[in-house]
C-alpha cells in the first residue's frame, strides 16, 4: 500500500506539466502554411458498415466506387522519374474504421520477392507498400501502415518531421491482409478509427503519402516524394480529403496478462539453501490503456513480465563506468520519442527504471534479485490541436531483499539491497512557425524511501531533480537547425551517500591536483549543477553540409540517477564538414567526405580529448557500400585514468577502420568491418567482424555474425596504494599492460509459420581471457611515464593474480503467437551459462564454442495476453 501511495504521489507531482501546458484552441494548418508541401489531394469514400471483407483481394464491390491514386514517382534509382510498375491505390471508410485497397502490377509477377517475417521485421528484402497519415494535419507527426506481399504488417509512429526518425515500438490493433495473381498482388488494410489519433472537426483532413518498395528493382516509389537531399516528412505530404462525421472513441483497453516461468540448474551446489535445483514461479499483470480526450492516450502497466526480451550481450567490462544498454521493454520503447531531448542520455534513461539492486549482501551462499520489481509504471502521451506534445511517465518499484547465508552458521539472514524507488518523467514540447521549430520544457524526479536509519541512506541519495528546456529552431525551410538544450540537477542525501556521488567515476571530486571548485567536501547533503549543448547544422542541401556544437557540463553536474553520464566537468568545442554528392555518376550512386575535430577540456583547462578525423562513405551502382575512417588522436590529459587520483598523460596514436557490405535488398546478406589502432605507448587494437544472413526458403531466415578483439592497453588500472612519494600525493597509482582477447559470434534464425506466427531463435558463445604484465606506478601527474616494478620490489598488494579467461553462452527461443487481433502468447526457452577462470591462456575459437558446457541454467517461460477493447 505504500508503494502504491507512492505513485500516487508521483502522479501528482507530474499534473502540473499537464495544466500549465499550453492548450490553446487552434485549427488545423493547411498545405499551403508549410514550405514545400505538396498540392497533391485525395478523396476517401463512405461506404456501408461491412462492406469490405478482409481477405486481400479487392474484389468488393465498395472498391469500384473510390477513386484510385496512380500517379507515383521514384526516389530510387532515378530520383523524380516514373515509377516503373503502376499502383493503383483506393480508400474508404465506414463507421468504425478505414480500409485501403491497393494493387501492385508487376512486370513478372514470378520474380516477386516476398519473404515472411516478424511483425515490423520486412526490411529491404521483401516488397511492401506503406500508407502514412498525418491525422492532426500539423505537418509534422504521421502514422505509417504497411504490408508486405506476404502479408508481414509494418507500423510506425512519426513523431517529428523526419521520414528516418520512426518509433517502431508503435503496435496499433489493425490488420492487413494480400493475394497475388497473373496481374502482380494486392493488398487490404483495416485501420480501426479508434487506433489513430485526430481532431474533433466535423470534417477532417489529413496528410496522406504513399510509398512501394520494390527490392528486384532496387526501386523506391512514392506519392509525394521527399528528395533525397532534404530532411523531412510530413511537412511535404499531399492531402486526404472526405472524412466526415467521425468523432475520436473513448479507445478503452485492457490487457490482461497471466504467466509462469521454471528455472532449471543442473550444476547446482548441493550445500547452497537457496539452489535446490529448480524454481517455479507465477505472475498476473495487466496493460490498460485508455483516450483521454481526441489527443491524449493514457497507458498503465500492473506488476508488468519482460521475459521474452533478448538479454544483453556479453561482455567483460574493465572501466569504471557501466556499459550503456539499449531498451527492449515494450512498455518503455512505445511513444519513447516524446520523452527525448536533445541531451537524451543525460536526461532519461528507462532502464534505471527495475534495474538489478547495488546495496551490498556479505555472505558464503547469497540468493540476489536480478531486478528491481515494477510494482506499476503509467505514462500520458499525445499531441494536442495547438501544436503542443505532451509525454509523462511514472513509475514504482518495490524493497527487494537479498537472501544470505555462512556455511559456518546454520540459519538464514534477509538483508535489504533496494528502497521502494518512485520515478516521474515529463516533458512538454510546443511547435511554432511554418518551418515547425520547436521550444520545450522537462522535468525527471526520483525519490527513494528511505528513512534516516537505514543502511542503504549512506550508500544512495535520497532525491533527485533534473530540469530542464531546450529549443530547435528551423530556418530557411528546415534546411538549417539551431539547437539549444540545457540541464540542471538537484541531488539530496545522507552526507556519506552524496560523498559516494562526489567521488563517483563520473565526478572524482577528490582528486589532490584538482585546483577548481567545487571540490570533495563530506559534509555536503546536496549537490546541483548545469549542462548545455548548442549545435548549429546545415541538414539539408545538394552538396556541402556541415555542424558546429558545444558541449559545457559543470564539476557537480549529476544526471546519473534517473539518467546516464560517463563523465561532468567538462567543456567540448566540435565540427564537422561534409561534401555528398546524391545522383548517380560514373562509378557511384552516392558518396559522401566527412571531416571532423572533436575536442574536450575540463574546467582546470586540461585537454581531455582531441582528434581529428575524416569518413568516406561510397554506395556503388550495384548498391554495395564501402566505408574508411581515419582518426589522429592526440596526447591529452586524462582525469579518470587514476580512479580519483591526479591527471595521468593518455598518449597520441591513430586508428583506422573499414567496412563493406553487398546491397541490402540482396537474399543472401554479407557485411564485414576491420578496426585498428596503436598509439606511442604500445597500445595497439585490432578488430574483425562481419554478417552473413541467408534465406533456404520464404519461411526462413537464417544469420550469423562472428567477432574478433585483439588488444594491447598500455594503461589499464590496477589498484591505489598507500605509501607513495610527495610527487603522487602520498599514493600509489599502479597500472600494467593487458593483453586481452575475445571471440563471439552471434546466431539467428527466424522462421514464419504464417505472418503472426514466429518462432525466434537466438544464441551467443562468448569467450575472453586478459594477461597482466609489466606492472608499475605513475611516476607524476599528467606524465605518460611509469616507474617499473621489478620481480623484489613489487608490492605484495599487486602481485595476487588478475589474469582470467571467460566463456559465456546466453540463447533465447520464443515462439510468438498472435492468437487474435492485439491479444498475444509466448513461449519463451532461455540459456544462461558462463564460467571464470584464473588464467590468461589466450582464448581461440574452440574456447568460444565450449561455452555451452559452461555451467549455468534453463529458463522457460509461458505468457499471455489477452486485449479487451471496453469501447
Known amino acids: ?11 501528482f507531482l507530474m499534473c502540473p506539466l499537464l495544466v500549465c501546458a499550453p492548450v490553446p484552441r487552434a485549427h488545423a494548418q493547411t498545405a499551403g502554411n508549410r514550405p514545400g508541401a505538396s498540392e497533391k489531394r485525395a478523396t476517401i469514400v463512405r461506404v456501408p458498415d461491412e462492406a469490405i471483407r478482409l481477405d486481400g483481394r479487392l474484389d468488393d464491390a465498395a472498391w469500384k466506387d473510390a477513386p484510385a491514386i496512380t500517379d507515383f514517382t521514384q526516389k530510387e534509382p532515378i530520383e523524380n522519374a516514373p515509377a516503373t510498375q503502376r499502383m493503383e491505390v483506393r480508400f474508404v471508410y465506414d463507421n468504425k474504421a478505414i480500409y485501403v485497397g491497393a494493387r501492385m502490377y508487376s512486370h513478372d509477377p514470378a520474380t516477386l520477392q516476398a519473404p515472411l517475417g516478424r511483425r515490423d521485421n520486412v526490411g529491404a528484402q521483401a516488397e511492401h507498400i506503406f500508407v ?21 504488417r509494418i507500423d510506425r509512429y512519426h513523431p517529428r518531421d523526419d521520414e528516418e ?32 489519433r485526430f481532431s474533433e472537426e466535423e470534417v477532417q483532413t489529413w496528410g496522406l503519402n504513399i510509398g512501394r518498395f520494390t527490392p528486384t528493382l532496387d526501386e523506391d516509389d512514392y506519392w509525394v516524394l521527399v528528395p533525397r537531399t532534404d530532411r523531412a516528412w510530413a511537412s511535404r505530404f499531399g492531402t486526404l480529403q472526405g472524412i466526415q462525421g467521425m468523432r475520436p472513441s473513448l479507445r478503452m483497453e485492457i490487457l490482461p496478462v497471466v504467466g509462469a516461468s521454471s528455472t532449471v540448474n543442473a550444476n547446482r551446489d548441493l550445500n547452497d539453501p537457496f539452489d535446490d535445483g529448480h524454481n517455479v514461479t507465477g505472475r498476473v499483470g495487466a496493460d490498460f490503456k485508455m483516450g483521454l480526450g481526441p489527443n491524449l492516450t493514457l497507458e498503465a502497466t500492473f506488476n508488468p513480465d519482460f521475459g521474452q526480451v533478448e538479454a544483453d550481450p556479453a561482455e567483460v567490462n574493465l572501466t569504471a563506468f557501466a556499459t550503456r544498454f539499449p531498451e527492449r521493454r515494450p512498455f518503455f520503447t512505445e511513444g519513447a520519442r516524446l520523452l527525448t531531448t536533445p541531451n537524451q542520455s543525460k536526461f532519461f534513461y528507462s532502464r534505471r527504471i527495475g534495474a538489478r539492486p547495488n546495496g551490498p549482501a556479505p555472505g558464503d551462499y547469497i540468493d540476489y534479485p536480478e531486478a528491481a520489481t ?118 539530496t542525501g545522507e552526507p556519506k551517500a552524496m560523498e559516494a556521488v562526489q567521488r563517483s567515476p563520473e565526478h572524482y571530486m577528490q582528486r589532490p591536483d584538482m585546483d577548481y571548485e567545487p571540490r570533495l567536501d563530506p559534509t555536503r547533503t546536496a549537490l546541483s549543477g548545469y549542462s548545455q549543448t548548442m549545435s548549429f547544422n546545415r541538414i539539408s542541401g545538394r552538396h556541402w553540409l556541415f555542424g558546429i556544437s558545444s558541449i559545457y557540463d559543470s564539476v557537480a553536474f549529476e544526471a546519473n540517477q534517473v539518467g546516464q553520464m560517463n563523465g561532468a566537468d567538462g567543456i567540448q568545442p566540435n565540427v564537422n564538414v561534409t561534401y555528398r554528392e546524391t545522383v548517380p555518376g560514373r562509378f557511384f550512386r552516392t558518396y559522401s567526405i566527412r571531416v571532423s575535430q572533436q575536442n574536450e577540456w575540463n574546467h582546470g583547462w586540461n585537454r581531455q580529448t582531441g582528434t581529428v578525423g575524416s569518413t568516406v562513405n561510397l554506395t556503388w551502382l550495384n548498391y554495395w557500400t564501402s566505408a574508411f575512417t581515419v582518426t589522429r588522436l592526440f596526447q591529452t590529459d586524462d582525469a579518470r585514468l587514476t580512479r580519483g587520483g591526479p591527471l595521468m598523460g593518455a598518449p597520441q596514436g591513430w586508428s583506422a577502420s573499414a567496412s563493406f557490405g553487398n546491397s541490402a535488398t540482396a537474399q543472401t546478406r554479407w557485411t564485414g568491418s576491420a578496426f585498428a589502432s596503436e598509439n606511442e605507448l604500445g597500445g595497439t587494437a585490432r578488430r574483425a567482424s562481419g554478417t552473413f544472413s541467408f534465406r533456404p526458403g520464404p519461411r526462413w531466415q537464417l544469420s550469423v555474425a562472428p567477432s574478433y578483439e585483439r588488444l594491447t592497453d598500455a594503461q589499464q588500472y590496477v589498484s591505489t596504494l598507500s605509501g607513495g612519494r610527495p610527487e603522487t600525493y602520498g599514493n600509489r597509482y599502479v597500472f600494467a599492460y593487458i593483453e586481452r582477447s575475445t571471440f563471439s559470434t552471434e546466431f539467428r534464425m527466424g522462421y514464419t509459420l504464417k505472418p503472426d506466427l514466429n518462432l525466434d531463435v537466438y544464441a551467443e558463445p562468448f569467450a575472453s581471457s586478459g594477461r597482466y604484465y609489466d606492472y608499475g606506478e605513475l611516476l607524476e601527474p599528467s606524465s605518460l611515464e611509469r616507474i617499473p616494478y621489478g620481480p623484489l620490489d ?22 510468438r503467437w498472435e492468437w487474435r487481433p492485439g491479444s498475444t502468447m509466448y513461449l519463451v526457452w532461455q540459456q544462461n551459462r558462463d564460467a571464470r577462470y584464473p588464467y590468461g591462456t589466450r582464448v581461440g575459437i574452440g574456447d568460444m564454442f565450449s561455452s555451452v558446457r559452461a555451467p549455468g541454467s534453463n529458463i522457460f517461460l509461458m505468457k499471455t495476453s489477452f486485449w479487451i477493447p471496453v469501447r
Open 132 to 152: 502514412s497519415f498525418d491525422t492532426y494535419f500539423d505537418r509534422r507527426t504521421a502514422y505509417t501502415f504497411g504490408v508486405s506481399a506476404s502479408g508481414v
Open 1 to 11: 500500500m505504500r508503494s502504491l501511495n507512492m505513485l500516487q504521489r508521483v502522479l
Open 794 to 815: 613489487t608490492p605484495p598488494e599487486v602481485l595476487r593474480n588478475r589474469d582470467f579467461n571467460v566463456q559465456s553462452f546466453q540463447s533465447n527461443v520464443v515462439l
Open 374 to 491: 515494477i510494482l506499476g509504471a503509467g505514462k500520458i502521451t499525445g499531441r494536442l490541436q495547438s501544436r503542443t506534445s505532451i509525454g509523462v511517465l511514472a513509475a514504482v518499484t518495490s524493497d527487494e531483499y537479498a537472501r544470505t547465508a555462512l556455511a559456518s552458521l546454520a540459519g538464514i539472514s534477509k538483508i535489504k539491497v533496494a528502497p521502494t524507488v518512485a520515478y516521474g518523467i515529463g516533458r512538454v514540447q510546443q511547435e511554432f512557425g511554418r518551418a515547425g521549430s520547436t521550444v520545450s520544457a522537462q522535468v525527471s524526479t526520483l525519490h527513494r524511501d528511505l528513512s534516516p536509519g537505514d543502511p542503504l541512506a549512506n550508500l544512495l541519495p535520497r532525491n533527485a531533480l533534473t530540469y530542464g528546456a531546450d529549443t530547435l529552431i528551423r530556418l530557411k525551410g528546415g534546411e538549417y537547425e539551431l539547437t539549444w538544450a540545457g540541464l540542471g540537477t538537484f541531488v
Open 165 to 196: 526518425s520512426a518509433d517502431s515500438g508503435f503496435d496499433p490493433v489493425w490488420e492487413a491482409k494480400t493475394a497475388t495473381d497473373a496481374e502482380g498482388w494486392t493488398a487490404e488494410l483495416w485501420i480501426p478509427f479508434a487506433q489513430l
